[in-house]
């Protein structure tokens, strides 16, 4: 396995010559950790993936969650506004605040395994902050 920046300069390299996009979508667990919460449904993620296709999700408006610092559209036609925001699925916010940052502790120690290349390091700054 090489160092997760040799991974990350490819990706780039490749997505500033093809001028693509990423996006992170969600189908996982919300409102609540596993056998509590439920998996986001196929229509809606669907209606996401179509909102990025058509480009309609730059009229969406965005927030941006915190600890992830993830830009996230506050709605997109015929999706529950409750699915695109975490926080909002969850019976309340504290507990959000504590599953994501347990989560974001898990992310931080696993990234700490591959920070000797100086390069990969400088990524830090991109991960959760708590």
Same mark, same amino acid.
């Given at each position: ?26 189908? *996982?667990?919300? *409102? ?26 730059? @009229? ?8 992830? @610092? ?42 700490? @395994? ?12 991109? *991960?959760?902050?708590?």
């Amino acid at each position: 396995m090489l160092d997760p920046i040799t991974y990350a300069r490819e990706l780039t390299k490749k997505m500033n010559l093809h001028k693509a996009e990423a996006w992170l979508i969600n189908t *996982g667990w919300m *409102g609540g950790a596993y056998g509590t919460g439920k998996r986001i449904d196929l229509p809606s993620t669907r209606k996401i993936v179509d909102a990025i296709l058509n480009d309609t999700i730059q @009229n969406c408006g965005f927030e941006t969650i915190p600890v992830f @610092n993830l830009s996230i559209p506050l709605k997109i036609k015929g999706v529950d506004s409750n699915l695109l925001n975490p926080a909002k699925a969850w019976s309340t916010r504290e507990k959000w605040r504590l599953a994501a940052k347990d989560l974001a502790l898990k992310f931080i120690n696993n990234f700490s @395994n591959f920070t000797s290349n100086p390069g990969t390091a400088s990524l830090i700054e991109y *991960g959760p902050i708590l």
